[in-house]
């Protein structure tokens, strides 16, 4: 009889077992002939020597994947223990952080598909990242482009959503133009604080070396030496994202955010990104990331009510 002994400090235990323990009565169920104790802040293994190892073995790939993306997924559990787990060390070594943020924040690739997209960036100039809300699809991207920017891989950054929820009513709502489509443009506003000293990141924009406007400003340009993200990519018509995609110059990175189940457009209109997704299938130069609610890196709950709703 073997027993070892893991000690896993309380506050990552909802991020390794899951808010529910689901992680947790996976493993049991598994290595069912074990004795597995969560008491406290140790984790006790008991049984005979082969399945302790055959345990401990997969423990060592679970505690890897959590020191690295603070997040262990029942799914990347089941892949693990499944022995279909495909991330290997030279992958995940200090490569998944993608740049050090505003006051030395460490921003990194969280999930599998989130480092997808970052290696995707690397080797096409077009992607396009799909999925739901809090999948960090926004973030990741303008993560990449403030990386490109502070690396001077490129010149500017800009940043661009379709005012689709703004409609006719555009007109109606208080102050200048800036004023009503702020709010629009907020979550993009958001990750820039989270990445550029905010002294910065005025500077940044008052010279227009980050650009954030609404996708109908960027007709009859062309975009050099630029990293540009179009967000809520749902919500543009086919001739939209086509003008948009056409903007593409020399030196240029383009991203398109989007997800596909929360569209606005008017019900007789289709959806630009829904096309393209069908277009653009396996095509050199073009990557298509598609996260899920296994990339959720909000509140918990978030995972739950995409799995409801879907």
Do not use: C
Request: no cysteine; proline share 3%.
């Amino acid at each position: 009889m073997l027993q070892k002994k893991i000690n896993i400090a309380r506050s990552f235990h909802s991020e390794i077992f899951g808010k529910t323990n689901q992680n947790l009565d996976y493993l049991k169920t598994h290595f069912s002939k074990l004795k597995i104790i969560l008491r406290d802040e140790d984790l006790n293994v008991i049984g005979d020597s082969d399945n302790v190892n055959s345990f401990m073995k997969s423990w060592k790939v679970i505690e890897d994947h959590h020191s690295k993306f603070n997040n262990v997924s029942e799914s990347t559990v089941k892949s693990i223990i499944e022995k279909k787990y495909d991330l290997n060390h030279a992958k995940f070594s200090k490569n998944n952080i993608i740049l050090y943020g505003n006051k030395g924040k460490v921003i990194r690739a969280r999930t599998f598909n989130q480092f997808n997209m970052v290696k995707g960036v690397e080797k096409n100039d077009l992607l396009f990242a799909v999925g739901p809300a809090g999948s960090g699809k926004t973030y990741t991207a303008v993560a990449l482009a403030v990386k490109a920017l502070k690396e001077k891989r490129v010149q500017k950054i800009i940043l661009t959503r379709p005012a689709v929820e703004a409609g006719e009513n555009l007109g109606f709502l208080p102050g200048d133009l800036k004023e009503k489509l702020d709010p629009y443009l907020q979550p993009l506003y958001d990750a820039l604080e989270d990445m550029i000293p905010s002294k910065k990141l005025i500077e940044f924009l008052e010279e227009k070396i980050i650009q954030i406007a609404p996708l109908g400003f960027m007709r009859g340009r062309t975009l050099d030496n630029a990293f540009v993200i179009l967000d809520e990519g749902q919500n543009t018509t086919e001739s939209q994202l086509k003008m948009f995609l056409t903007r593409m110059g020399k030196s240029a990175k383009f991203i398109v955010t989007g997800d596909v189940t929360q569209i606005d457009l008017p019900k007789n209109q289709k959806s630009g990104l829904k096309i393209a997704l069908d277009l653009f299938q396996n095509i050199k130069g073009i990557k298509i990331v598609s996260l899920n609610e296994e990339d959720v890196v909000r509140h918990p709950l978030v995972k739950t009510i995409i799995k409801v709703f879907k």
